[in-house]
């Protein structure tokens, strides 16, 4: 049963798309408080199921989970830890113990969507079965209240989507979709002039898009910002079916995120299309 309310927390943590650690009690020698075998559920916030043996013991794992949380992504391997309980934990009752740390929900890959018309309602429901962390904002509260429900999923109704967007989380891959030219151009200004963020992409036609572009750079963004912009956003198959529009734009950001090099500068569009 242990082990059934442990496997149950980690599905809610996932599913809310909250990073953990798995702590597994491999071996122990002397007075180790608990069996190999044992396992404790850890989070940033210390301990959430479970128990490696309590004590100093599991402060020592909690410390070693926030710090592998805190690590990069490509850094979070599983790793093993071989503690004398004395000398390295201070336990008077002496005896080792070997732990193995395993990091979950670090990879996790932030979508945001900004725009909740009728593409983006489409692309939400595409994007969900993936593994990824999904926003979609509008400043229209009639639209944002259709898109589906989910625990990964955040629906946001804001009076600025410039303004959120440069809160926006590091490393995010954002797709502009809002209700035209003109309320696409002040997110995109803010998206483009950061650095953190891997891809950021604008529905509409060719025309729509050296449109922009040019206005871009009229309101002071470097030709090189501005040749970040994947516009038209999506790759060439489809119909203008909002629904085999939002099948090309997730199609373009797979490839994205899998192969980030393989896209740029690559002539994909899909057909023209405005929420």
């Known amino acids: 049963m242990k082990a059934l309310a442990l496997f149950r927390r980690m599905h809610e943590l996932s599913e809310k798309g909250e990073a953990f650690v798995v702590c597994t009690l491999l071996s122990s020698m002397g007075h180790a408080p608990q069996e190999p075998g044992a396992k404790a559920l850890l989070t940033m916030q210390g301990l959430c199921e479970g128990t490696v043996g309590g004590g100093k013991l599991e402060n020592k794992a909690i410390q070693t989970a926030r710090s592998l949380l805190e690590q990069p992504p490509a850094d979070s391997q599983p790793i093993i830890h071989d503690w004398d309980l004395q000398r390295d934990i201070g336990m008077s009752c002496g005896g080792r113990a070997t732990l193995l740390f395993e990091v979950f929900g670090t990879h ?103 449109t922009m572009r040019a206005d871009l750079g009229r309101a002071g963004l470097s030709p090189e910002r501005i040749q970040r912009l994947h516009s038209p956003i999506g790759l060439d198959f489809g119909s203008r079916r909002p629904e085999e529009i939002a099948i090309s734009i997730a199609a373009q950001l797979l490839l994205a995120r899998d192969a980030p090099g393989a896209i740029i500068g690559r002539k994909a569009g899909i057909r023209p299309s405005s929420d």
């Open 108 to 210: 996790a890959w932030t979508i945001c969507i900004f725009g909740a018309g009728h593409v983006a309602q489409a692309l939400t429901r595409v994007l969900l079965p993936l593994n990824c962390r999904l926003s979609c904002v509008d400043t229209r509260a009639d639209w944002v209240e259709r898109l589906p429900e989910a625990p990964h999923f955040k629906k946001l109704v804001v009076d600025d989507m410039a303004a959120w967007a440069a809160d926006l989380a590091p490393g995010s891959f954002c797709t502009v979709m809002t209700m035209g030219h003109g309320t696409d151009l002040p997110v995109l200004k803010v998206l483009l002039a950061r650095d953190d963020l891997p891809f950021v992409g604008s529905i509409g036609s060719k025309v729509k898009a050296r």
